[in-house]
């Protein structure tokens, strides 16, 4: 069974910044594309970022562009997530998930959701 595990998240100032690390396992990220969504409390899940199985292509929401950074490295079957000049609005706990698909097209057929990784931001 497919299995993502999210970690890096934690407590940081505003304006500060955080990687999370999103470890695949039982299948290869080279074939398929991974989404990082957040979820903060009362609120739906959102997508954030997604990378294609190429790494070639990336989606932000809008809400991120400029401050979040998706990357991967096939060779650890890892993807992360580079987020910089944090902001409270940003706290939420973030979950990876997979596309079966190579490319990221829409927010929508991402899963499996795991415990996903709190990021608490906050002075």
């Known amino acids: 069974q497919v299995q993502l595990v999210e970690s890096g998240g934690g407590l940081v100032q505003p304006g500060g910044s955080l990687r999370l690390s999103c470890a695949a396992s039982?299948?290869?990220?080279?074939?398929?594309?991974i989404g990082w969504f957040r979820q903060a409390p009362g609120k739906e899940r959102e997508g954030v970022s997604c990378?294609?199985?190429?790494?070639?292509?990336?989606n932000y929401a809008d809400s991120v562009k400029g401050r979040f950074t998706i990357s991967k490295d096939n060779a650890k079957n890892t993807v992360f997530l580079q987020m910089n000049s944090l902001k409270p609005e940003d706290t939420a706990n973030y979950y990876c998930?997979?596309?079966?698909?190579?490319?990221?097209?829409?927010?929508?057929?991402?899963?499996?959701w795991g415990q996903g990784t709190q990021v608490t931001v906050s002075s």
């Open positions: 990378i294609s199985s190429s790494g070639g292509s990336t």
């Open positions: 039982r299948f290869t990220l080279d074939y398929y594309a």
């Open positions: 998930a997979v596309t079966f698909r190579r490319g990221c097209g829409t927010w929508s057929g991402f899963g499996p």
